[in-house]
């Protein structure tokens, strides 16, 4: 007989994944996507992140969340001095693609193993009231823990969209990634625009660090697991459009969540990078791209 | 062969030097193999560790399953990492640039998750490897150094080939501008299936002894992200436009490396690697080479 109900939590915990990985991936929407700047390091910011909610909430009791909202202004102008780094030796010299790729990958090795230098490999995690618990919905149990970074990965989401739309420098950095010289022309200053995207794309990057912790425990090298997850849900995603982030996202939590259920949770990692495979060759502009 | 085997066992220096030896001639390998496809054509391969590891597995199943002598396993070893570098040479049709490199990074953790899955081969927890008891000459040790620096030889004899030929100077031009040299009657898909096919071949013969070499085979030690980074960064810090730039960068990073891990840790080493990486990849651009070529120039 089959499990229906196996099948039901799965999909459940799979659709909160999703709203997670969408939290994940925003950054790299903003910074692959908008910029077009390979940021490979991406998911070491997220790990940055989470370490940052751990040692808030170990030495102080903080709540992670809360921590990391508390540090995104701190990623933000880790990012911005990162893309300046970047821009000044890559970006003006025209051989961004190589070298830049090359640099970020770099970048992530340094800021991992900086941690396990100072944190060691030990899985660290976070004391928060909501973990631990959970609701149950008609035979399907909700866990706070799941629950909880799946809204604040929603309003994140909702907030990144809001502020694309509808602000001056959201719409400027749209414009940035459709036409460079039009916006020089403009009297704007592309680089002035893409280091506050870049800042952005770094923040959210943290603050989903935070959420990751509050999921699972994590490790210096639990970025490696999040590589293939941002780049896939971005390329189906269509590259920068937030919206797209958000249903591939979904899409990828819940076919990750169903392998873990029903094939046992070592295929799931190549799941994400399965379909960012397949995506890349079939349709590299995405689900949703122009 | 043999008989540089024997003059270099008769040698009696430290065994551990044998040792430490091994990898950094095994990281000439890698740093050239990469560096036909990543310095010569222009597309940058984070997928060294699906390589190097398919090389190694391929080894562990045929000592499993027939005990096969070593140069059969290194020739296997080779052909079948050459088949999966001919088939992401097939992806640059429509993968370039920061796509390809995403794609063989994915490439590597998929194939990590498959053996992980294939308890043959050990599936998570490992194999052991049993060393055939006798070498042919001196410890095994000794031999396993041998066959590297013989390995070392070949690739970089045959990376000094390929860059002085026509086939170089077809990449070259691929790697300055594709649809230029398209236009100009380069056969660029031919020759991106030359550089992915014998990059991946080099990869997998690199990867063939480490079986015996640790003989204890899990696939995170095989599929080692460490390779991935090691591979670019030493002919990045060599120079990436000639065969001397990825044996400079090898021997200089991988001695650092292994005097790094003998005397402050083995995380220490990567880190290291990551900073040597990112200081000349802004500060010096053109590698070692690129820094001897601008004082001479003075």
């Known amino acids: 007989m089959f499990a229906w109900d196996l099948l039901a939590n799965a999909v459940v915990a799979g659709l909160l994944l999703g709203g997670f990985y969408a939290a994940v991936s925003l950054g790299v929407s903003i910074i692959f996507g908008l910029l077009d700047i390979a940021n490979i390091a991406q998911p070491a910011f997220l790990i940055l992140g989470s370490y940052a909610a751990y040692v808030m909430n170990s030495t102080f009791g903080l709540d992670p969340i809360l921590t990391g909202l508390l540090f995104t202004p701190v990623f933000y102008l880790l990012g911005a001095a990162v893309y ?39 899985y660290r995690l976070v004391q928060a009231g909501y973990i631990g618990k959970s609701i149950e919905f008609a035979g399907v149990g909700i866990a706070y823990r799941l629950l909880v970074p799946c809204l604040v990965g929603l309003a994140m989401t909702l907030a990144l969209h809001l502020f694309l739309g509808r602000t001056f420098y959201g719409r400027a950095i749209m414009a940035v990634s459709q036409d460079r010289l039009a916006l020089r022309l403009m009297g704007a200053n592309p680089v002035k625009i893409k280091t506050v995207a870049f800042g952005i794309g770094i923040a959210a990057a943290s603050l989903a660090g935070a959420l990751l912790v509050t999921i699972t425990p994590v490790i210096p090298s639990s970025d490696r697991d999040y590589i293939g997850r941002m780049f896939a849900i971005t390329v189906l995603g269509g590259m920068g459009s937030i919206g797209g982030t958000l249903v591939a996202a979904v899409i990828l939590g819940v076919i990750e969540s169903l392998m873990a259920t029903f094939y046992g949770p070592s295929w799931s990692l190549a799941v994400s990078f399965g379909i960012l495979l397949v995506a890349l060759a079939v349709r590299p502009a995405g689900l949703f791209g122009r | 062969m043999v008989a540089a085997g024997v003059l270099i066992a008769s040698l009696r220096v430290n065994p551990y030097l044998y040792f430490a030896g091994y990898v950094i001639f095994q990281y000439i390998v890698i740093a050239t193999a990469w560096n036909i496809l990543g310095g010569y054509a222009g597309y940058v391969n984070f997928g060294t560790p699906a390589f190097f590891a398919l090389g190694a597995y391929t080894a562990v199943f045929l000592i499993q399953s027939i005990r096969a002598p070593l140069p059969v396993l290194i020739l296997a070893g080779g052909l079948v990492s050459a088949l999966l570098g001919l088939g992401i040479g097939y992806l640059t049709l429509r993968l370039r640039g920061v796509f390809f490199s995403i794609a063989t990074l994915a490439l590597s953790i998929v194939l990590q998750t498959m053996i992980i899955n294939w308890d043959y081969v050990g599936g998570s927890r490992g194999l052991s490897v049993i060393r055939p008891s006798s070498p042919p000459f001196g410890s095994y040790v000794t031999f396993l150094f041998t066959v590297m ?21 077809g990449l070259a031009a691929l790697r300055d501008n594709e649809e230029a040299a398209e236009c100009m009657g380069v056969p660029t898909l031919r020759l991106k299936l030359f550089a992915t096919t014998i ?3 080099l990869l997998g ?14 696939p995170n030690s095989a599929f080692n992200l460490d390779y991935a980074v090691n591979a670019l960064a030493m002919p990045m810090i060599g120079g990436t436009t000639s065969w001397i730039g990825p044996v400079i960068g090898a021997v200089l990073l991988g001695s650092a490396q292994q005097l790094a891990t003998v005397t402050i840790s083995s995380e220490m080493n990567l880190f290291i690697v990551g900073v040597v990486l990112v200081a000349f990849v802004v500060l010096a651009p053109e590698g070692i080479l690129g820094l001897v070529r601008r004082l001479r120039a003075r």
């Open chain 2, 205 to 218: 013969v690199a990867g063939a002894p480490f079986p015996y070499y640790v003989t204890f085979v899990e």
């Open chain 1, 84 to 122: 300046r780094v970047y821009y000044g030796s890559f970006e003006r010299r025209g051989e961004e693609s190589l070298r830049g790729l090359v640099f970020f990958f770099g970048l992530l090795f340094i800021i991992e193993v900086s941690l396990s230098l100072k944190f060691g490999v030990d």
């Open chain 2, 149 to 169: 620096v013989f390995l070392a030889v070949v690739a970089v004899t045959a990376a000094r080939f390929i860059e002085r030929s026509w086939i170089g100077r």
């Open chain 2, 199 to 201: 990059s991946g071949f």
